[in-house]
């Protein structure tokens, strides 16, 4: 009931905001990702400081249905609207940029297991009338995309993504460890943990795992083990869940010395993105999130805990496979695997492995922001 209400909703308001006149280089950026590697955020912020002539406007969260009418207005009187998930505009004369939210690895759209085809065709329709450009980074993207939404390939431009151009643009890393460790000790190193999000598997022992403060949801998770790794070996670990289990770990279990756990308060205070923190990073473990892809660019260790390969496999399917012909990186199934990993984290076999992965997936990954901009000018 509630969809069905929020979608009467926006079919309303946007037929109020068609009948507000097009000004010209207004630019609206609906985001949608939060400030987890948003590419409309990052792509907002570049605008803003390289452009301030410019009539921009930032809507956060996107969808929603708390959304004030000027601010309606502005996206009907928009010119350009960026988008992070579905393309989205009102008038036929508006510009529609899709900058996505990563390169899949996990199935979606018409290619994943757990998805309906009335759904998936219904999708693809609103690809094709209202996405006039999507930004790209390589042959194998588009390929992925097409096959997942049935995108029409013509619309794909090679301009990259706006949140690679952060990668290498980082926070200071002085600043973090004091303020999510209490630390001033720049030489160690920085991990960060981000799984994909497990509530869709449907499992309820994982999320009791997670519940209880086992944020990998480990058979053998002793945090205090890993804590005692992470100190002997001078490592640090920002642990950064998806909001909705974030919510689930309790207050007690974040109490280890150099354990982190991470929420988007930090970045929406400090008016920062995850990416302008990930490139002081010496790390990264993640199972199937696509944020490896990226991570390819900075040609760091990557651990990738795949105890839930099989339920994935299953569940929703991969895109590429087998799994571990493609990710570049150890696996590890339990924590006693990973906590031998972490004491030989410098002994990495998998520096010409990410570069090859590099190649094929960025064909286009340095001034991303800049590139889409122009894109706007040849395009008005």
């Not at 079919?11 to 630019?27: G, Q, T």
């Not at 940029?97 to 990563?102: C, K, N, P, V």
């Not at 309790?250 to 008016?271: G, H, P, R, T, V």
Request: proline residues 4%; charged residues 20%; contains cysteine.
């Amino acid at each position: 009931m509630k969809s069905v209400l929020f979608g009467l909703y926006i079919r309303f308001l946007k037929l109020c905001a068609f009948f507000v006149p097009i000004r010209s280089n207004s630019f609206v950026i609906l985001n949608g990702a939060g400030r987890s590697g948003s590419n409309g955020y990052l792509f907002y912020k570049y605008l803003r400081k390289e452009h301030p002539e410019l009539n921009v406007t930032l809507v956060e969260p996107w969808p929603s249905s708390h959304l004030k009418w000027s601010v309606w207005k502005k996206i009907g009187g928009a010119q350009y609207i960026f988008t992070t998930h579905q393309p989205f505009k009102i008038k036929r004369k508006q510009i529609s940029f899709s900058l996505w939210h990563g390169i899949p690895l996990k199935r979606m759209g018409f290619m994943a297991y757990n998805t309906k085809y009335h759904t998936n065709k219904h999708n693809m329709n609103i690809w094709q009338h209202q996405a006039d450009y999507i930004a790209s980074s390589s042959d194998i993207y588009e390929t992925l995309m097409a096959s997942c939404v049935g995108i029409d390939t013509n619309k794909f431009i090679r301009t990259g993504f706006p949140r690679l151009d952060f990668l290498n643009k980082p926070i200071s890393k002085r600043i973090i460890l004091k303020d999510l460790f209490d630390s001033d000790n720049e030489k160690a190193k920085i991990g960060i943990y981000m799984p994909t999000f497990r509530y869709e598997l449907e499992d309820r022992t994982i999320m009791n795992q997670i519940e209880s403060g086992n944020f990998f949801a480990f058979d053998d998770f002793n945090i205090v083990a890993l804590n005692s790794t992470l100190v002997e070996n001078n490592q640090y670990l920002i642990v950064k869940l998806h909001p909705y289990e974030m919510k689930l770990v309790s207050a007690e279990m974040k109490q280890a010395s150099n354990i982190a756990f991470f929420n988007n308060n930090y970045l929406n205070e400090n008016d920062i993105d995850l990416y302008e923190l990930l490139g002081i990073t010496d790390f990264l473990m993640t199972d199937f999130s696509s944020i490896f892809f990226d991570y390819l660019l900075l040609n760091r260790p990557i651990i990738f805990v795949s105890n839930f390969l099989k339920q994935y496999s299953k569940a929703r399917g991969l895109l590429m496979s087998p799994y571990e012909k493609i990710v570049p990186g150890q696996q590890v199934l339990n924590q006693k695997e990973l906590q031998i990993i972490l004491k030989n984290i410098d002994k990495d076999p998998y520096k010409e492995r990410r570069n090859k992965l590099c190649t094929i997936f960025f064909e286009k990954d340095k001034n991303c922001c800049q590139s889409i901009y122009e894109l706007t000018k040849r395009v008005n």
